[in-house]
């Protein structure tokens, strides 16, 4: 729980870098399952340059996309950083307006 509820106030509170995924109890123990599922999110304002100078430093993109707003902006990349730091790195443009979702919880 104490997993869940961090990384959700991490989101909730709009930060743009949730660091540490999976370590629990300021860092006394670790969940090695989170930290393999969890990466590293950073929320940029210009997607595209940003990724111009990920490869002119030498780092690869894995995969990308992009049209996933109701206007057709926003765009993600995953760069191939897990030989380099041990985990991958998402790169997140946010689209100006989202779809709602078809459920929430609770």
Do not use: W
């Amino acid at each position: 729980m104490e997993y869940v509820g961090s990384t959700l106030m991490g989101l909730l509170s709009g930060c743009n870098l949730l660091h540490d995924v999976g370590y629990l109890e300021p860092g006394l123990a670790a969940s090695a399952e989170s930290i393999t599922f969890g990466n590293e999110v950073v929320v940029v304002d210009d997607l595209e340059a940003v990724v111009a100078e990920v490869k002119a430093a030498g780092l690869a993109v894995a995969m990308d996309g992009s049209d996933y707003g109701l206007d057709g902006d926003g765009a993600y990349a995953y760069l191939d950083t897990v030989d380099a730091i041990g985990t991958t790195i998402e790169l997140i443009e946010l689209p100006k307006r989202r779809a709602q979702p078809e459920k929430t919880y609770p």
